[in-house]
């Protein structure tokens, strides 16, 4: 139902936009800078709630603890009854404006009047058209990492930087700051520079900082090194998952009990109380040095500062190209088939990148795991613990790929504008009368820079 209610935004206001406006792409990117700000409100109230407990009594567990669950739902209620209030204000918009309608109504005395193209025809134009079809899988491929990034966020600085739960909803929220202020920059960019081929540019130039900007996944912090996982009780290095030692001999502790302790003198956790040789209540601890605290340690590097600098980076480019995207993708196709391109568009970012996204991150998230929940019956539960290395890895070759591919089909999509150029300015200089030459003529005049358009005038 949210995506059902979501669509009109994406195909019928854009279309709308386009139509009383030359500034289509600059007003995209105000509508994305508004979705900005109210995913941060989103988030703010998301850490607030977060803290509350799912069911709105004690739990045995504080917030910091792996175990905790907070009352996610609390924030639906509240935004369900704010859009209820802002829903009437869309039924003042006008059926166009008057001033488009006066130049609209001079301009039909001199141009001769076209059938507008059935749905059908148009897709079927739209589809042949191997600029908007390259423009069409270039967003596919961003909105892979865009929806699967972001859906994965919160857990991602909770593994990699060792987040709680609460910090990592507000690190959330300077990453929607980010994208915030990747609208305003690319909103910016399609108004001043609207022609096809420096819109290209621009996106290959923020692809290419994109890739740059990936490296991120490799500036972690060590805040999930378990004793007999990671570390052995003398805390060196270790490869072997071993949990027994002599200190927790006759603790006989349950090995599927994760519930991690923290050694605050040395910073290390252990798998749970049990087998850091602790009493029942966490107390006379035999294989600690310093004093206990619940949950893993929660470690402060000087690498999570340059991690969410370049984050910060990546994603005020991925969101950046957002507005450019549908600035360049407007320029190749007639007005009149804006709404229908914008369908095709938010159906193929929906089916083939926002869908299988999160599936793929999620993915990652699995096969980094090393540590898996295990329930009475033997099977795999959730997971509890993951490999940090692994997962870097992982979300880079997920990164590379959906930015690398984009840069080269922007580069194809730019080719093939060009040379419609080259083939509808031979067919110009040989026409007597302008007026009859089709109207996709303006498109690519208006996709083309100032200089070579004159020429074609």
């Not at 008057?98 to 193209?117: F, G, L, T, Y």
């Not at 900007?213 to 003398?234: E, P, Q, R």
């Not at 009149?336 to 193929?348: D, G, K, P, Q, R």
Request: net charge negative; with cysteine; proline share 3%.
């Amino acid at each position: 139902m949210l995506g059902m209610g979501n669509i009109p935004q994406n195909t019928v206001a854009i279309q709308y936009i386009e139509e009383n406006s030359n500034l289509g792409g600059f007003y995209f990117g105000i509508m994305q800078l508004f979705r900005s700000i109210g995913g941060i409100s989103g988030a703010i109230i998301a850490a607030i709630t977060l803290q509350i407990p799912v069911n709105l009594r004690k739990l045995p567990v504080d917030n910091d603890h792996l175990l905790w669950v907070g009352a996610y739902w609390i924030g639906f209620l509240i935004m369900s009854f704010a859009v209820a209030v802002f829903i009437p204000i869309l039924f003042v918009f006008p059926k166009s404006f008057r001033k488009v309608e006066s130049i609209a109504n001079e301009v039909e005395k001199d141009i001769p009047v076209h059938d507008n193209d059935d749905f059908l025809l148009q897709i079927q134009k739209l589809l042949t058209n191997m600029s908007f079809v390259f423009m069409n899988i270039t967003s596919v491929t961003e909105s892979i990492v865009f929806s699967g990034f972001l859906s994965f966020a919160t857990k991602y600085f909770q593994t990699i930087l060792g987040f709680s739960s609460n910090t990592a909803s507000l690190g959330l929220a300077v990453l929607i700051i980010a994208a915030a202020l990747g609208s305003i920059i690319g909103a910016v960019c399609s108004k001043f520079k609207n022609e096809f081929s420096t819109l290209v540019f621009a996106l290959i130039g923020l692809s290419t900082l994109q890739i740059l900007a990936g490296h991120f996944v490799f500036f972690t912090c060590d805040s999930h090194k378990v004793v007999g996982i990671f570390l052995d009780y003398n805390k060196k290095s270790t490869s072997n998952f071993e949990l027994d030692a002599p200190c927790n001999t006759n603790c006989h502790c349950d090995e599927e009990l994760f519930q991690p302790v923290c050694d605050t003198d040395v910073n290390v956790a252990f798998y749970s109380g049990c087998y850091a040789g602790c009493n029942a209540d966490n107390t006379n601890c035999s294989c600690l040095t310093g004093t206990l605290k619940q949950g893993t340690c929660n470690n402060i590097c000087t690498n999570m500062y340059l991690n969410l600098a370049l984050t910060f980076i990546f994603v005020i480019c991925m969101v950046g190209k957002v507005p450019l995207g549908i600035a360049a993708s407007i320029k190749i196709i007639k007005v009149e088939h804006t709404s229908v391109a914008m369908a095709l568009i938010n159906f193929a970012q929906r089916c083939f990148g926002m869908m299988p996204g999160p599936l793929i991150f999620g993915v990652v998230f699995d096969w980094s795991c090393i540590l898996w929940q295990k329930s009475c019956k033997d099977s795999e539960g959730s997971c509890l613990l993951i490999d940090q290395t692994r997962l870097s890895w992982y979300v880079y070759a997920v990164i590379m790929f959906c930015c690398i591919i984009p840069i080269i089909f922007y580069s194809l999509s730019y080719f093939v504008e060009l040379k419609k150029y080259e083939v509808r300015k031979n067919d110009i200089k040989g026409v007597d009368n302008p007026m009859t030459v089709s109207t996709e003529t303006t498109s690519i005049q208006s996709s083309l820079p100032a200089a070579e358009t004159q020429i074609v005038t």
